[in-house]
């Protein structure tokens, strides 16, 4: 078994709790989406933290900016002098990101795979494969690729990606259903909206999209890197403000509802995570306090240089006067 199918099986677990508690799928997806929220919270957290680190930085990188702007050796060389007398390390705002994205990886598989890993698991032993294969024997005219499943099955020689990739085909076209498995009674959450066009589960993508632009709208108003950035910068957030929205339609539009309906409650929970997160780190709170220390340090050195020039002075009217 491969380490990603030892690293599956806590969050397959997870999910199969809460499948078991509620008896009901579309439930299970909502409460499986909020406890891996609350999970991954503290790498959110962190990555607040350090883009705030980049704020509190902001004033005096634009500083060094307008004095060194022509000579870029002498820009790079204070700027790593200013990181080191801070100890900002850039690395770091990528490092609770780069965690995430396995942990994301690993959520969507389960979310994508529900006879494998919610509903019928005890994940990777011969009970999914034994009842994928009983619902084939329930389809007649079981297509030609799905027949090969079947027989490595009956062998005993079928991966467990194997089933977990043709698992819903077999699903659906055997006509079973779990407990909860349709919306309002017209949304089935095993299903794909490319299926069926003209049908309920195009709403699935569409709030997807929606609430896809939701989170990157609220997160680029509040995020402290969005502060701190230049206008080059600025603009390429505007375009990604649109361009994962479009993602998240084809990718809801393409996989599964269950998929597309984890997406959309992750989104309104990210969303927020998002306020809490401002609120834990005001940005806006952090820009004021580094400022009024900048008026502060510059205030400073004026009184320091006109104290030497007084001294200055006073040491010269003295020698006049000896003379």
Aim: net charge positive.
């Amino acid at each position: 078994m491969s380490i990603w199918s030892y690293l599956i099986v806590p969050f397959a677990w997870l999910m199969q709790q809460c499948m078991n508690l509620l008896n009901n799928y579309a439930w299970a997806l909502v409460a499986y989406a909020l406890i891996t929220k609350i999970i991954t919270f503290p790498f959110s957290l962190k990555q607040q933290k350090n883009s705030l680190n980049m704020v509190r930085l902001k004033p005096y990188q634009d500083a060094l900016q307008k004095k060194y702007g022509s000579n870029r050796e002498k820009y790079s060389m204070e700027l790593q002098k200013l990181y080191q007398r801070e100890g900002y390390n850039p690395m770091s705002s990528c490092l609770p990101m780069l965690i995430q994205l396995p942990l994301i990886f690993l959520i969507y598989s389960i979310v994508r795979h529900p006879l494998t890993y919610v509903y019928y698991g005890e994940y990777f032993t011969s009970k999914t494969a034994q009842r994928v294969y009983e619902l084939a024997m329930k389809i007649q005219n079981l297509p030609e690729s799905l027949q090969k499943v079947v027989d490595k099955i009956t062998a005993g020689e079928a991966a467990v990606t194997t089933i977990s990739n043709h698992e819903l085909q077999i699903y659906n076209l055997s006509g079973t259903s779990l407990p909860g498995d349709e919306v309002f009674g017209i949304i089935n959450l095993s299903r794909t909206p490319n299926e069926q066009f003209w049908s309920w589960m195009i709403l699935i993508p569409i709030i997807a999209c929606v609430t896809s632009f939701l989170v990157s709208w609220v997160s680029q108003k509040l995020s402290p890197m969005q502060q701190a950035a230049d206008p080059s910068t600025q603009s390429s957030n505007k375009m990604m403000l649109y361009m994962m929205p479009l993602m998240s339609l084809f990718f809801t539009y393409s996989l599964n509802c269950a998929l597309g309906l984890y997406w959309i409650i992750g989104n309104l929970f990210s969303i927020a995570q998002t306020f809490l997160l401002n609120k834990i780190y005001d940005p806006k709170k952090v820009l004021a306090e580094v400022e009024q220390k900048m008026e502060q340090e510059k205030n400073a050195r004026k009184e320091k240089r006109s104290a030497a020039a007084q001294k200055k002075a006073a040491a010269l009217a003295a020698s006049k006067k000896k003379k």
